[in-house]
């Protein structure tokens, strides 16, 4: 017995009633103005005034009469709630997951000929993982489950970025029995919309995305080791901790010349070298074997507990087998954490069987060495069973002598049984859809944390933080993570260009790393966390091709400074200040309060269009004691530079005075005796420019200061806003785009309307037919209204008479369709009953809909027609007269 929706059991012997309709169209004729009205017109207009006020609610009350002797009835009929509940559970998904197709069933039937016949032989091993249920109950080869897809992300062409986005966008479910294999293997389409799942679920996506890839992926069933099961990483190296392996750089092979000066002969003792490289060699034995106890004894610490189901333990994960895209070895995909291992791993202690979307293999291979002594020659039938005869591996058999002798007699026989071989069924799963906003929530909420040892790794969404931090690490000295200590932060679409922050809470440095773009073109910031101020220890790093100065580096402590340049026209590469304790000021003063200069250094390159003699490699400016050191580069014959000390004058700083110099004010030191001395006024015109190059070095410097004091306020500031940069094609985030836009769209429809309300007059069909006179009298205003009214009264009735008839044709249809099941109930089969609860579910939905129509219609009737009224009283044409 079956119900269908309302009520009515299907199969009931009592006939349903028939439901009693009634229909009135006839229309309420309006009262006429009395004969004598034009006979005496003052009369005839205080009797249109006091008809016109009862016409009003007269109408408005014939008009609810009429509607309500408008009525219709609902037929009920009922259907199984079980039917219903199963409906409305699987109504979300395709066909194609509630049915099997015949080339699907065809494969079923192939696949559990193959169970049976493997459970005959093999009776100790596991049953093969073939056919579970999916989401809706139905039994799929699991074949059919992967469907290959290339998402349109750039990223997703790599298996790196494909096994993380998989490990981050799903929430890991473990297998409950964990030595029984699943029931039920859902689609990569229900497990990307649920964000959760067991290892085959991940496996089943992630094969899927790399085989749409290009990558000749595989799913491994078989056993892996507790932690891999579990997604226990609290015993390895967080993959960002992990130093990339240094490039053991070649030592290039001396050239052996003909002609060549011999090395001077090496007078030290061989005994003492001997004795001396005996004694590093057992220094460095101990060290080792320090070392290797140091390890073992942590090793053992570290050692996990055992595991009762050691070996039992059920898992699934992928396997990327060499020759496509450029892949050397074949390797395996760890799917619940995104990491990579060779096929030697202790950790994968067996494998069952491997499939992909065209054939199943089971494995022949003794697996008691783990995956260690595995062939993952797939076409080796002695090694791996296959399911299906067609399969891109090609086979290794073993050649036959006498098979040899008739191979021409049996073509026609080997064509036939090749037409005979059975293919895959194309795949079941609905496509596989990632949208933009999806790829970058990426984790379950938009955030996810991953234990590791010694640390924890936290990952979040972009733009969930209003810092635009994505991943933060935190490294700690205990297993417990409890003594913190350093931690990195890395940001994306900072407009600060900031991108990573380390902060070591042992040294309390604090490094920041920021991206081009900045207008102070910082690169590096390294300071103290308990001191962020000004003149205190701080490096700062540029990208010294965007500055004009060509700064490179900036070292500041509270008495020194240093900055480094690059590429300069003036062949400047360095410069050293050092300060004097800043002296006290009572009262006020305007003038800032800098750091007393006690000494600037400053380093030349070599300047090839001066000879060395003339050409300065260090200047040093002794403010404090007036005094201006010169070394110059040394010539290529010598190895000692010239040198030369001016003492300052005491009016050398008073620009309105001009400076006097005499010969004690200077030294030289001379390294080529033959050259003549220069002149007195080439050393006054050399004095006058190092007091001018004095004067630029501490406007530089005091420049320096001020611009470290702005780089710190802006970066309080920028770290207080933590503005995000949004590109101006994400239209959900940019707000100034879609106010805009919302703007746009709010005057496009103000002016759509307003082009209406000129373009329609609903009184120009009645004007019209009293020839569109340019003044409307007394008379026609009555005249005007009484048709208005009168015309949308009539229309409003013709509606409601209109969903009558619909709703009486669709109740007749249903109770002929019920009539016919009632008579073949019994000779019907599942299809055409499964095919009859179709349409009476739909048939009573349509039913239902105009039922509302109808309410609703005479519901909002009257409130027309009184709109309509006070609409003509109002308007400008007839307002003088009502």
């Known amino acids: 017995m079956t119900i269908l929706p309302g009520g009515v059991l299907l199969g009931h012997s009592l006939p349903l009633q028939q439901p009693e309709f009634a229909v009135n169209t006839k229309l309420v004729r309006l009262g006429k103005m009395d004969e004598n009205a034009e006979n005496n017109p003052e009369q005839a207009n205080n009797k249109a005034e006091d008809a016109e006020e009862a016409e009003g609610e007269l109408s408005v009350d014939d008009l609810r009469a009429e509607l309500e002797k408008i009525d219709v ?8 709630e079980v039917h219903l509940q199963q409906e409305d559970m699987y109504s979300e998904f395709p066909v194609s997951y509630k049915e099997n197709t015949n080339k699907e069933k065809l494969i079923l039937a192939y696949a559990e000929n193959f169970r049976r016949q493997y459970v005959h032989l093999y009776r100790d091993r596991k049953l093969l993982f073939l056919n ?41 479910q473990a297998l409950d029995p964990p030595v029984d294999l699943p029931n039920q293997l859902v689609s990569p389409t229900t497990a990307l919309k649920r964000q959760k799942g067991n290892s085959f679920d991940f496996a089943t996506l992630l094969c899927s995305m790399l085989l749409g890839a290009g990558y000749d992926a595989y799913c491994v069933s078989g056993y892996a080791t507790r932690e891999i099961c579990l997604m ?21 092979k001396k050239e052996v010349r003909k002609y060549q000066v011999k090395p001077p002969k090496d007078l030290r003792s061989k005994f003492d070298l001997k004795m001396q490289a005996r004694r590093e060699a057992e220094e460095e034995a101990k060290a080792a074997e320090r070392r290797r106890e140091e390890e073992a004894r942590i090793s ?85 069973e296959y399911l299906l005869h067609s399969s891109e591996k090609p086979s290794l058999e073993i050649p036959d002598v006498e098979a040899e002798l008739y191979e021409g007699l049996d073509d026609d026989e080997e064509e036939q049984e090749d037409e005979k071989h059975l293919e895959m069924p194309p795949s079941w799963v609905h496509p596989i859809l990632v949208t933009p906003k999806e790829y970058e929530t990426r984790c379950p909420l938009g955030k996810k944390t991953i234990l590791y040892k010694k640390a924890r790794l936290e990952k979040f969404a972009r733009y969930l933080l209003k810092d635009g931090m994505i991943t933060k690490l935190s490294a700690y000295d205990d297993y417990e993570l409890k003594n913190l200590v350093s931690a990195k932060e890395w940001f994306v679409n900072r407009q600060d260009k900031l991108e990573l922050r380390v902060h070591n809470h042992r040294t309390g440095l604090i490094t920041e790393y920021m991206l081009q773009g900045r207008l102070d073109c910082m690169k590096e910031h390294t300071y103290k966390s308990g001191s962020p101020g000004p003149e205190t220890d701080r490096t700062m790093v540029f990208y010294d091709k965007a500055r004009v100065d060509g700064l490179v580096k900036r070292e500041e402590t509270p008495t020194e400074m240093t900055e480094h340049f690059k590429d300069r026209d003036d062949f400047l590469y360095y410069r050293h200040v050092l300060f004097s304790k800043r002296m006290k000021k009572f009262g006020a003063s305007t003038d800032a309060n800098h750091r007393p200069i006690l000494k600037i250094t400053e380093r030349f390159h070599r300047n090839r269009e001066k000879p060395a003699s003339e050409d300065v490699s260090e200047c040093v400016f002794h403010i404090a004691e007036d005094r201006i050191q010169l070394t110059f580069h040394c010539e290529d014959n010598r190895v000692t530079a010239s040198t030369r000390e001016f003492i300052k004058p005491p009016n050398a700083n008073d620009k309105s005075q001009v400076i006097t110099m005499t010969p004690d004010m200077t030294s030289t030191f001379q390294v080529d005796t033959t050259k003549k001395s220069p002149k007195n006024l080439y050393i006054y015109n050399m004095l006058v420019s190092l007091v001018e190059a004095e004067d630029q070095s501490v406007q530089a ?11 710190l306020l802006e970066r309080i500031r920028e770290e207080t806003v933590s503005e995000l940069s949004i590109s101006v094609y994400d239209t959900e985030r940019n707000e100034k785009a879609k106010q805009h836009r919302k703007e746009l769209e709010r005057q496009q429809l103000e002016e759509k309307l307003r082009r209406q309300e000129q373009e329609l007059d609903y009184l120009a069909p009645f004007l019209a037919q009293m020839g569109d006179p340019d003044k409307i009298a007394r008379q026609q205003a009555f005249k005007l209204k009484e048709d208005c009214l009168a015309d949308l009264k009539q229309r409003l009735i013709d509606k409601a008479n209109l969903i009558q008839s619909r709703f009486e044709k669709e109740t007749q249809e249903l109770q002929k369709r019920q009539q016919w099941y009632q008579q073949n109930q019994v000779s019907m089969t599942k299809e055409d009953e499964e095919e009859y609860l179709a349409y009476c579910s739909e048939a009573m939905f349509r039913i239902h809909i105009l039922e509302l129509r109808l309410n609703r219609h005479k519901e909002m009737a009257p409130h027309k027609y009184m709109a309509l009224e006070q609409k003509i009283r109002t308007d400008g044409r007839l307002s003088d007269y009502f």
């Open 73 to 80: 009835q609902v037929p009920e009929v009922e259907i199984s």
């Open 132 to 172: 579970p249920v999916n989401e809706c109950g139905m039994e799929k080869f699991v074949s059919t489950t992967i469907r290959p897809t290339l998402l349109p992300f750039q990223e997703l062409y790599s298996y790196e970025n494909c096994a993380e986005f998989v490990a981050d966008y799903l929430e890991f």
């Open 232 to 252: 226990d990483q609290t015993r390895d190296v967080c993959p960002l901790m992990k130093k990339k392996g240094e490039l053991k750089s070649e030592e290039k």
């Open 300 to 384: 053992e610490l570290e050692k996990p507990k055992p595991d009762a189901l050691h070996g039992l333990r059920i898992h699934c994960w992928v396997l990327v087998l060499s020759g496509k895209r450029e892949v050397p070895d074949s390797f395996f995909i760890e799917p619940l954490t995104g990491n990579t291992y060779p096929t030697e791993d202790d950790k994968f202690l067996g494998i069952e069987s491997v499939w992909n979307h065209q054939n199943y293999w089971v494995n022949m291979q003794d697996c008691s060495n783990g995956c260690k002594d595995l062939s993952f020659d797939l076409g080796d039938s002695a090694k791996w």
């Open 701 to 711: 410097i005091r420049a320096s200061e001020e611009e470290i004091k702005e780089c």
